[in-house]
């Protein structure tokens, strides 16, 4: 990976963009980034942004994957319990409606919330961008969900749900026999191939495609004209 020579003053290229830094706030105008190169802020090193081969391709085909395996979780045995001769097997839906016996429906919604729908909702709508962006066709909602996209981001805590899986299965294992059904690993797997849609999904790339694809698609003057606008 190579890094791109930066500076926060003159010698812009007139295609340069302004780019704020996330760590110190500072300023930034950037030329266009050559594949392979990242920016990095000239005052604190942090990663501004970086241009990734074919990252378009990639973050499609985990964001796909990362579908397909949570699909494949939600079905099957996710965890199954014994002990004393008494057997019992839940699903991952499961395994959250019974915190609800529990009377914590509340939390039994927020882990639904941010461990199966945020996230879900996340990879469906920026699978809908980027097909949008392949096709180059400008969809109803195309520039909407681009928008809100990043915003659930901050909503995923699937990596935390199993963690706290993980943990209490540590706890349980010396009361019951435990074992993970075939769902539990289409769940890892979804985390997985979320986290790499995630770490390949530059922001300020994706803004830029956007953008392009938004510039691209809007009737220009003399098409308005034509339509008596
Ligand atoms: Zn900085």
Request: proline share 3%; hydrophobic share 50%; charged share 15%.
């Amino acid at each position: 990976m190579q890094h791109h020579p930066l500076q926060s003053n003159a010698h812009q290229s007139l295609e340069s963009e302004t780019i704020a830094c996330h760590e110190c706030d500072l300023l930034i105008h950037l030329p266009p980034l050559a594949e392979g190169h990242k920016a990095l802020c000239p005052r604190c090193n942090h990663v501004l942004t970086q241009k990734r081969r074919n990252a378009r391709d990639k973050v499609f085909a985990f964001a796909i994957s990362a579908i397909i395996f949570l699909v494949f979780s939600l079905p099957f045995d996710f965890l199954s319990f014994e002990s004393k001769g008494n057997a019992r097997i839940v699903t991952l839906a499961e395994s959250i409606e019974s915190l609800s016996l529990y009377n914590f429906e509340s939390i039994a919604i927020l882990i639904f919330l941010t461990t199966i729908l945020v996230p879900g909702i996340f990879l469906l709508g920026l699978v809908y961008v980027l097909i949008s962006l392949s096709v180059n066709k400008m969809y109803r909602h195309t520039q909407k969900i681009a928008k809100f996209l990043f915003s659930l981001l901050q909503w995923n805590m699937a990596e935390i749900f199993l963690i706290g899986i993980l943990v209490s299965f540590v706890k349980i294992a010396s009361m019951a026999k435990v074992n993970f059904g075939l769902s539990f690993f289409a769940y890892v797997l979804f985390i997985i191939f979320l986290a790499l849609t995630v770490s390949n999904l530059d922001r300020f790339q994706f803004w830029r495609w956007v953008k392009i694809h938004i510039d691209q698609n809007q009737p220009n003057l003399s098409q308005l004209k034509d339509r008596g606008v």
